[in-house]
């Protein structure tokens, strides 16, 4: 069968990471007989240098001609200067609402052969951790009103938090599905800060609504500046994490390093009618170490593996992936950042080549 996918290489460690996923797909191609034909297309600073712009129409259009997008990172130092609706970031961003893809799902696992990449104490992570921060991600504050105005003090600027009811709904709906279909503890812990924000009265009100819908799942409530803690103290009374989009963002990286570095947390950006998800690492462009063949491409193979099993429903084809990821940690390889102090590592070519080798029908 052929499967269209195009692919984003961004900026930064972007197109590293993006062509080691790209070589486990072709093989993943030839070991399933299927085609998965990839378009590349720009986004980010690399379309602003060409283009002039983050997201050219040309990319929206090719990625919604597809089955599904993966996507590097995007954003550097180089265009940090440009005004906010011209940075590469506003280009993820715009794609991400153009497709409406408001489900996003970033699944924390700690590997067993990464227990000692994880920096909190061993009983802490006794039995591995399996968490899902499922993040709203086309509303609140990264798309409210925003701006600049005189004030009475001086020039001053704001960003609006904004949630409608609708939103809250079918993002709440996604997270109680996921928890009834993951088959763990079956428990959603909406995370929010309805103490003091007004749309998280609101987010919390639709959340129990919602909730009536899931008598076979629990609903715990819980402030993110305590989710924030609690992810350190206990993260194993974690199973489904439903949360706003910036609090999601923040969370999403803690969680990350629990499970030993951001450099293996994937992730699948998901609409509900129609269009194509956007899969990507949770990390960004790490310019700090860009073109030094040390990043870790894992978390954009893994994101390979939620598209076989979203977009395309190959659960086989997902799960030889992550079998080859687990066999290649188990038999010790490591990138710098998943590595112990003094640990002998392996570059960003070289890990894709072991887990492509460690690819088996
Ligand atoms: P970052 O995630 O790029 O890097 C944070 C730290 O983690 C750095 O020290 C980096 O070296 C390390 N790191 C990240 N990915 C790694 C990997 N695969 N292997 C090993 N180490 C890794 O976050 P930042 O430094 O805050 O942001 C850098 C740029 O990336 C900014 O322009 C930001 O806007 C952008 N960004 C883009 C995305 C995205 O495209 N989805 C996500 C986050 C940040
Ligand atoms: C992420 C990133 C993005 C976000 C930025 C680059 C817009 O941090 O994907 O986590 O905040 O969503
Ligand atoms: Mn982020």
Same mark, same amino acid.
Request: aromatic share 10%; charged share 20%; no cysteine.
């Given at each position: 069968m052929k499967y269209k996918i195009a692919v984003i290489p961004g900026d930064g460690i972007g197109p590293e990471i993006t062509t080691q996923a790209e070589l486990v797909l072709a093989r993943l191609g030839e070991l399933f007989g299927h085609e998965f034909a990839t378009t590349h297309v720009l986004a980010g600073g690399a379309a602003i240098d060409v283009? =002039?712009? &983050?997201?050219p129409d040309q990319t929206i259009e090719i990625a919604k001609e597809s089955d599904a997008v993966l996507l590097g990172a995007v954003g550097g130092?180089?265009?940090? #200067?440009?005004?906010g609706h011209l940075r590469p970031e506003a280009g993820l961003l715009k794609l991400r609402k153009s497709l409406n893809l408001y489900a996003n799902l970033r699944p924390a696992i700690l590997y067993d052969a990464l227990k000692e990449a994880c &920096?909190?104490? $061993?009983d802490l992570v006794e039995g591995g951790l399996d968490i899902l921060v499922m993040r709203e991600l086309t509303g609140g504050i990264y798309f409210g009103e925003k701006g600049r105005r005189e004030g009475p003090n001086g020039p001053e600027a704001y960003d609006v938090e904004c949630y409608s009811e609708m939103e809250v709904e079918r993002i709440a709906r996604a997270a109680f599905e996921a928890a009834r279909n993951r088959g763990r503890d079956k428990k959603v812990t909406s995370v929010d800060k309805n103490n003091v924000l007004e749309s998280s009265r609101l987010w919390r009100e639709v959340v129990i609504r919602v909730a009536a819908e899931y008598p076979d799942i629990t609903l715990e409530h819980m402030f993110v500046d305590n989710a924030a803690m609690q992810l350190v103290r206990a993260?194993?009374?974690?199973d489904v994490i439903l949360t706003s989009n910036i609090f999601g963002d923040i969370l999403s990286d803690e969680a990350s390093m629990v499970t =030993?570095? *951001? #450099?293996?947390l994937p992730s699948a950006s998901l609409s509900s009618a129609g269009m194509p998800g956007v899969y990507e &690492? *949770?990390?960004?462009? $790490?310019p700090d170490i860009a =073109?030094?063949?040390? $990043?870790?491409p894992i978390a954009t193979i893994l994101s390979l593996s939620m598209m076989m099993r979203h977009?395309?429903?190959l659960e086989s084809e997902a799960a030889t992936i992550d079998q080859a990821v687990k066999e290649v940690l188990e038999a010790g390889w490591r990138t710098g950042d998943i590595a112990k102090p003094g640990e002998r590592t392996i570059g960003t070519k070289e890990m894709g080549r072991r887990i492509i080798d460690a690819l088996k029908r």
């Open positions: 283009f =002039g712009e &983050p997201l130092p180089k265009w940090d #200067g440009m005004p &920096p909190l104490r $061993a993260p194993k009374q974690f =030993g570095s *951001i #450099g293996m &690492p *949770i990390h960004g462009s $790490a =073109g030094k063949d040390v $990043a870790n977009a395309f429903g």
